[in-house]
């Protein structure tokens, strides 16, 4: 017990509010960061193709970085620990891998402009399931309802003007934009709802790390099932691959990009909730906008209006971002959360002071030294080779790209890891 | 796993409403093809 204080004591004590709202932030430039490389990829390949790419980088990922800041040991212990949530994690992932496919339909059929916002809405789906499954902002009070949900609004309000200013696509079939407008609808509702396994597994004291393993697991597998029958096999699926061999290492490249900014956000999730950190998270467009602007001059043939646009529903989504980061929940909603955290222990036998501790940012265990492991060092080595293995003879789209600006883009991306990794580690160790 | 553990899972609400709106995906998903 006094071990455990010991590592308690000489902890930060930064506010979980202000942690989870760096997260959320860290979350968006990493999301939006994970676009970029996929910009590099040559013309000619399947959507599907590039999408599946990005998933199976985010798998391979997941044992690179985050097997340093966990041994392979504490998260099979977490799994065991509470193996109902497996469950829940792969459900999650084939949450995803459907709604990613969807997203692909709405931007064929309907164009990104129309698209964009219409998933983009996931983060309303996501307050209203954290509401009323997880009592998030019950007992919030007018200003704490007022500033999320003002918040969360502005975002999808801003994301409805950036989509529409940057958008050179207009909705070509007629016939099919009800079609495009239905799958994007359904993307948001399916993005939205899996949120719910992320929450789920917070309060009931799981290690993001844990939940990002077997959730990447699911993704995969669901894309692979999906890619199998889209493509008229799994023969044709692997035909489709080797084609796009020369160009995959982009795709991996920005599913690395997407892990890390999925950790940040379940880290985010975990510590102020779906309500607040999913629609900060989602500012991810902003940071997207930035790549393609100012590295790729996407918009350099936009009109005066255009302009005006991209300035306006930035500062919509920024106002918006800083109203969700300055709704503090109130002892009155932390109770509600308690609550919530409660009914999981009951349901499901758990150690309540122990998961009160972990969703504490105060995990008995997480200041504990791991051994590493050989065969960990044998993972982590195999999955770093296959990024080397794809980047040898990997082919670049020939665009013109600002290598000031992506120097600059690429110390904005690198400086909220560094800020962000040490909060999390300084005040609860990554647990 | 219990056998107590599965019936916890299989009748809490926070499974049931992630799998109907997954089928409800997967069936848009598949009408779109």
């Given at each position: 017990m006094s071990g455990t204080l010991t590592h308690a004591e000489t902890r930060?004590?930064?506010?979980l509010h202000k942690l989870g709202v760096f997260c959320g932030l860290a979350a968006a430039v990493w999301l939006g960061t994970?676009?970029?490389?996929?910009?590099l990829v040559n013309a000619g390949f399947s959507p599907f193709i590039i999408s599946m790419g990005m998933v199976m980088g985010a798998f391979v990922a997941r044992w690179t970085v985050p097997t340093l800041l966990k041994g392979t040991g504490f998260v099979f212990s977490d799994l065991r620990a509470k193996p109902h949530l497996i469950v829940w994690a792969v459900l999650a992932g084939m949450l995803w891998a459907v709604a990613n496919t969807l997203t692909i339909f709405a931007v064929r059929n309907v164009g990104l402009a129309i698209a964009f916002p219409l998933w983009n809405t996931n983060s309303l789906v996501g307050l209203l399931w954290g509401c009323l499954?997880?009592?998030?902002?019950?007992?919030?009070g007018f200003k704490g309802w007022s500033k999320v949900l003002g918040g969360a609004f502005a975002i999808v309000g801003g994301a409805a003007i950036l989509a529409y200013a940057t958008s050179?696509?207009?909705?070509?079939?007629p016939g099919k934009a009800a079609v495009g407008i239905l799958a994007a609808l359904g993307a948001g509702l399916l993005l939205g709802t899996m949120y719910i396994p992320y929450r789920k597994a917070y309060i009931s004291g799981m290690n993001p790390l844990s939940f990002v393993t077997i959730f990447t697991l699911g993704e995969l597998i669901t894309v692979f099932i999906l890619g199998g029958i889209f493509f008229g096999g799994l023969g044709n699926l692997t035909g489709e691959l080797e084609r796009a061999r020369p160009m995959l290492f982009w795709p991996f490249l920005g599913g690395f990009c997407w892990v890390v900014g999925d950790l940040f956000q379940n880290f985010a999730a975990k510590y102020i909730g779906i309500g607040r950190g999913i629609p900060l998270s989602n500012t991810n467009q902003l940071w997207g906008l930035a790549w393609g602007a100012?590295?790729?001059?996407?918009?350099?043939?936009?009109?005066p209006t255009g302009k005006a646009l991209v300035i306006t529903g930035s500062l919509v989504m920024i106002a918006g971002a800083l109203s969700i980061s300055t709704a503090t929940p109130p002892v009155s909603e932390l109770t509600s959360w308690e609550q919530s955290m409660h009914r999981e222990c009951d349901r499901y036998r758990l150690d309540a002071d122990h998961v009160a501790a972990v969703v504490a940012g105060n995990d008995p265990l997480a200041g504990q030294p791991h051994r590493t492991r050989w065969w960990e060092v044998l993972v982590m080595c195999t999955a770093a080779g296959i990024f080397v293995w794809l980047a040898l003879g990997t082919n670049v789209q020939q665009i013109s790209v600002s290598i000031p600006w992506m120097i600059v883009l690429v110390i904005g991306t690198l400086v909220p890891l560094g800020v962000c990794g040490t909060l999390l580690w300084r005040r609860t160790r990554f647990s | 796993m219990k056998r107590s553990t599965a019936v916890a899972i299989l009748t809490d609400v926070h499974l049931w409403v992630p799998v109907v709106v997954l089928i409800l995906g997967i069936i848009l998903l598949m009408s779109l093809r």
């Amino acid at each position: 017990m006094s071990g455990t204080l010991t590592h308690a004591e000489t902890r930060s004590t930064l506010s979980l509010h202000k942690l989870g709202v760096f997260c959320g932030l860290a979350a968006a430039v990493w999301l939006g960061t994970a676009e970029a490389p996929t910009k590099l990829v040559n013309a000619g390949f399947s959507p599907f193709i590039i999408s599946m790419g990005m998933v199976m980088g985010a798998f391979v990922a997941r044992w690179t970085v985050p097997t340093l800041l966990k041994g392979t040991g504490f998260v099979f212990s977490d799994l065991r620990a509470k193996p109902h949530l497996i469950v829940w994690a792969v459900l999650a992932g084939m949450l995803w891998a459907v709604a990613n496919t969807l997203t692909i339909f709405a931007v064929r059929n309907v164009g990104l402009a129309i698209a964009f916002p219409l998933w983009n809405t996931n983060s309303l789906v996501g307050l209203l399931w954290g509401c009323l499954l997880f009592k998030e902002l019950r007992g919030a009070g007018f200003k704490g309802w007022s500033k999320v949900l003002g918040g969360a609004f502005a975002i999808v309000g801003g994301a409805a003007i950036l989509a529409y200013a940057t958008s050179q696509q207009s909705s070509n079939t007629p016939g099919k934009a009800a079609v495009g407008i239905l799958a994007a609808l359904g993307a948001g509702l399916l993005l939205g709802t899996m949120y719910i396994p992320y929450r789920k597994a917070y309060i009931s004291g799981m290690n993001p790390l844990s939940f990002v393993t077997i959730f990447t697991l699911g993704e995969l597998i669901t894309v692979f099932i999906l890619g199998g029958i889209f493509f008229g096999g799994l023969g044709n699926l692997t035909g489709e691959l080797e084609r796009a061999r020369p160009m995959l290492f982009w795709p991996f490249l920005g599913g690395f990009c997407w892990v890390v900014g999925d950790l940040f956000q379940n880290f985010a999730a975990k510590y102020i909730g779906i309500g607040r950190g999913i629609p900060l998270s989602n500012t991810n467009q902003l940071w997207g906008l930035a790549w393609g602007a100012l590295v790729f001059s996407e918009l350099s043939g936009l009109s005066p209006t255009g302009k005006a646009l991209v300035i306006t529903g930035s500062l919509v989504m920024i106002a918006g971002a800083l109203s969700i980061s300055t709704a503090t929940p109130p002892v009155s909603e932390l109770t509600s959360w308690e609550q919530s955290m409660h009914r999981e222990c009951d349901r499901y036998r758990l150690d309540a002071d122990h998961v009160a501790a972990v969703v504490a940012g105060n995990d008995p265990l997480a200041g504990q030294p791991h051994r590493t492991r050989w065969w960990e060092v044998l993972v982590m080595c195999t999955a770093a080779g296959i990024f080397v293995w794809l980047a040898l003879g990997t082919n670049v789209q020939q665009i013109s790209v600002s290598i000031p600006w992506m120097i600059v883009l690429v110390i904005g991306t690198l400086v909220p890891l560094g800020v962000c990794g040490t909060l999390l580690w300084r005040r609860t160790r990554f647990s | 796993m219990k056998r107590s553990t599965a019936v916890a899972i299989l009748t809490d609400v926070h499974l049931w409403v992630p799998v109907v709106v997954l089928i409800l995906g997967i069936i848009l998903l598949m009408s779109l093809r």
